[in-house]
Nanobody
Framework: QVQLVESGGGLVQPGGSLRLSCAAP????????IAWFRQAPGKEREGGAC????????DYADSVKGRFTISRDNAKKAVYLQMNRLTPEDTATYSC??????????????????????WGQGTQVTVSS
């Protein structure tokens, strides 16, 4: 059974940085579009960042653009989310997810989770002083 395993969450002060990792040992990353979602308490899940096979580029929700960077290492079967200049509004549970390679990033970035094949269990990020 395919598992995605996130790590790297924690408590950080406003303005700080964290790097999240998503290990996908059972996947060939070239075959998938990978997205990071987040969900804050009492709020709907939202897409934050996505890496599409179609253009081999990262794409971002407006709320994180310019602060977050998604990257991947196919050899290590891992995807990363570098988060800089964090604010309390970034506090949420962050989950990585894998969808088919034809999945356009605009769909997960609008919160559309249809056609997502695999989910991680999530890692908590708390931004607080």
């Amino acid at each position: 059974q395919v598992q995605l395993v996130e790590s790297g969450g924690g408590l950080v002060q406003p303005g700080g940085s964290l790097r999240l990792s998503c290990a996908a040992p059972g996947l060939t990353l070239d075959d998938y579009t990978i997205a990071w979602f987040r969900q804050a308490p009492g709020k709907e899940r939202e897409g934050g960042a996505c890496f599409s096979q179609r253009d081999d580029l990262g794409d971002y929700a407006d709320s994180v653009k310019g602060r977050f960077t998604i990257s991947r290492d196919n050899a290590k079967k891992a995807v990363y989310l570098q988060m800089n200049r964090l604010t309390p509004e970034d506090t949420a549970t962050y989950s990585c997810a894998a969808g088919p390679s034809w999945l356009f990033c605009w769909r997960p970035l609008t919160g559309d989770t249809g056609d997502i094949n695999y989910w991680g269990q999530g890692t908590q990020v708390t931004v607080s002083s």
